[in-house]
């Protein structure tokens, strides 16, 4: 080997290295981009734990409700599928503007 080509070789070498080792920090599994992507894939999961915890305790709270007694089945009742006992006199009143 020549005395410059040695040096010349060591120095392609390395920045041949240099260079993969950048790519790899910046456009690779691992890198700086695919890091910030994970990190807002977590907080995009975090946000819909909670708003899953939210309606879990809501659910939580129906059920306690039902357990405890009759009259949240009858007011569910009446909401969702239109009960009226014997002896009660239903009326609907409709908006004008929702009428016409």
């Not at 946000?47 to 405890?68: F, G, I, P, Y």
Request: glycine share 8%; net charge negative.
């Amino acid at each position: 080997m020549n005395r410059v080509t040695g040096p010349r070789l060591l120095l392609a070498l390395l920045l041949v290295t240099l260079l993969a080792l950048q790519l790899r920090l910046w456009f690779g599994e691992g890198s700086l981009r695919h890091g910030l992507a994970l990190q807002q894939n977590v907080a995009e999961l975090e946000q819909e734990t909670e708003r899953l915890r939210d309606r879990n305790r809501l659910m939580a709270a129906d059920v306690a409700d039902l357990k405890q007694g009759l009259d949240t089945v009858e007011e569910i009742a009446r909401r969702d599928l239109g009960l009226i006992r014997d002896g009660e006199t239903f009326y609907l009143v409709l908006d004008r503007d929702v009428a016409q």
